[in-house]
Nanobody, 115 residues
Framework: QVQLVESGGGLVQPGESLRLSCAASGSGFSINVMGWYRQAPGKQRELVAVMSAGGTTNYADSVKGRFTISRDNAKNTRYLQMNDLKPEDTAVYYC?????????WGQGTQVSVSS
């Protein structure tokens, strides 16, 4: 069993930055893939960024060049650095990890971008 706890969301103005964190706890697990989704009101959940076990990353076109996914294995924590935020980035952000054959989710954290 893996527990994920997210933090770092909030309300910012356009052009500002936020860093989301996703701390994993549990025992005896090896994470295969990790990533971040987001869901805006009235919209489907969207994959924002993903990182493989080997460190390969992929991003949604809408966030390329602005968002960076990373991890600190010593702290068992994953991050999503979000720069140059735009109003259309407003959503609840969810981290997940893949521990085959299961996928575990964080509780979600609200990111709001507004002037």
């Amino acid at each position: 069993q893996v527990q994920l706890v997210e933090s770092g969301g909030g309300l910012v103005q356009p052009g500002e930055s936020l860093r989301l964190s996703c701390a994993a706890s549990g025992s005896g697990f090896s994470i295969n893939v990790m990533g971040w989704y987001r869901q805006a009101p009235g919209k489907q959940r969207e994959l924002v960024a993903v990182m493989s076990a080997g460190g390969t990353t992929n991003y949604a076109d809408s966030v390329k060049g602005r968002f960076t996914i990373s991890r600190d294995n010593a702290k068992n924590t994953r991050y999503l650095q979000m720069n140059d935020l735009k109003p259309e980035d407003t959503a609840v952000y969810y981290c997940y990890v893949q521990v085959p054959p299961f996928r575990y989710w964080g509780q979600g954290t609200q990111v709001s971008v507004s002037s």
